[in-house]
DNA sequence: TTCCAAAATGAACGTGGGTTCATCTTAGCA
DNA sequence: TGCTAAGATGAACCCACGTTCATTTTGGAA
């Protein structure tokens, strides 16, 4: 691939996770094109159609959420019920390894960040959708997934829930239309729900 | 008003109210006329645009909304600490006079709903909106306010959450692309975070 | 039955947006 | 420095959709 070929498609990528974020699905091709400073043309050489464009923006923001994700993973530690190393693990990782903790904290940063990034909420709502997902997407759920099973052993959130069920309670999150007391409000009554009583 | 414009104008707001139901707030005006059987010069003869006419919908829907929350309502009473009357309104009403069950079943019911009604989903947001609400749309706010009000007197709901907050969690409810058993987790997080503790 | 204003009709217009392709430009190799 | 294939360009095409309006139809009063 020439040189410029590659940086045009990084800027149209870039261009589209932007618009995507700020618009939604439906940004239009040529507001994309001017915002990478190309030819519409330009984008059908890299993506075959405006569906795949979007896809493809979006994936970009399911790269960061799945990120989140195993950073977060990355602060907790997985159970070890016959030695106590909370304490020394606690100051090698420099923060909380409760897992439930953790899991909270990540699901009111993605909410948070749904507020100001539809491409991020779209990515969301695909990890509880029944369609393929895409590999991104699969990191983020997994990252999830471990962090959400060892939340659940230590007793801190419900042993009902699972991934797919976060993932439907996070597509639900508020917009930039609802204020952010109201929104906070919103977070407090979610993580009221799945946490075990 | 003519009696054929009257038919027609019922019609029409017929159909698009089960259009908008179907595929959400951007029907195509050609496909509403073929629906009531008109042409769509008449659609423009009763609603001057199109985002009138779905607006028009989406009240009739806020309309059933209201009459569902009414009716919840009159199955509750008012809290009376010094006459203890349950037996009596409960037989007389025939059901429940518990207001955190009422509404607990209320926003069951809607949550239900919206899985197949788009238009009562768009109802229900625009009761958490800014924007200032139609009649009907107050109807369904001042009912559910009473009831929730109720609810939280007799201690079965946190005293936190407004008639907004409900709007903006019903907001969140998954749609049909959602099996029904995940849609049954979710209103069963969202009643946990609303109940008091 | 006559008549006309109210109502209905649907072809036509304008616009916006996705997609294509003939033409021009350029990166990179020899 | 040529040369060429890969890449970029953007005007043009197509289609879907909201809206208009000249023409036709019709409810209902006289």
């Given at each position: 691939?020439?040189?410029?070929?590659?940086?045009?498609?990084?800027?149209?990528?870039?261009?589209?996770?932007?618009?995507?974020?700020?618009?939604?699905?439906?940004?239009?091709m040529?507001?994309?094109?001017?915002?990478?400073?190309?030819a519409?043309?330009?984008?059908?050489?890299?993506?075959?159609?405006?569906?795949?464009?979007?896809?493809?923006?979006?994936?970009?923001?399911?790269?960061?959420?799945?990120?989140?994700?195993?950073?977060?993973?990355?602060r907790?530690?997985?159970?070890?019920?016959?030695?106590?190393?909370?304490?020394?693990?606690?100051?090698?990782?420099?923060?909380?390894?409760?897992?439930?903790a953790?899991?909270?904290?990540l699901?009111?940063?993605?909410?948070?960040?749904?507020?100001?990034?539809?491409?991020?909420?779209?990515?969301?709502?695909?990890?509880g959708?029944?369609?393929?997902?895409?590999?991104?997407?699969?990191?983020?759920?997994?990252?999830?997934?471990?962090?959400?099973?060892?939340?659940?052993?230590?007793?801190?959130?419900?042993?009902?829930?699972?991934?797919?069920?976060?993932?439907?309670?996070?597509?639900?999150?508020?917009?930039?239309?609802?204020?952010?007391?109201?929104r906070?409000?919103?977070?407090?009554?979610?993580?009221?729900?799945?946490?075990?009583?």
């Amino acid at each position: 691939m020439r040189s410029d070929a590659a940086r045009n498609r990084r800027r149209i990528l870039a261009a589209a996770r932007e618009l995507v974020a700020e618009q939604g699905a439906d940004v239009a091709m040529d507001d994309i094109a001017r915002a990478a400073g190309t030819a519409v043309g330009t984008l059908y050489r890299h993506f075959p159609t405006r569906a795949a464009l979007v896809a493809a923006a979006v994936d970009v923001g399911a790269g960061e959420l799945a990120a989140l994700a195993e950073a977060a993973l990355a602060r907790t530690v997985a159970q070890r019920p016959e030695t106590d190393r909370s304490d020394a693990e606690r100051c090698e990782t420099g923060g909380t390894v409760d897992p439930t903790a953790e899991l909270m904290r990540l699901l009111t940063t993605i909410a948070d960040r749904h507020v100001a990034d539809r491409a991020l909420k779209q990515a969301a709502s695909d990890l509880g959708g029944s369609t393929e997902h895409s590999s991104e997407i699969e990191r983020a759920g997994v990252a999830i997934a471990i962090l959400l099973g060892r939340a659940q052993e230590s007793g801190g959130i419900r042993s009902d829930v699972s991934v797919e069920d976060l993932a439907v309670l996070l597509a639900g999150a508020p917009g930039t239309d609802v204020p952010a007391s109201r929104r906070a409000r919103w977070i407090e009554v979610i993580l009221d729900g799945i946490r075990a009583r």
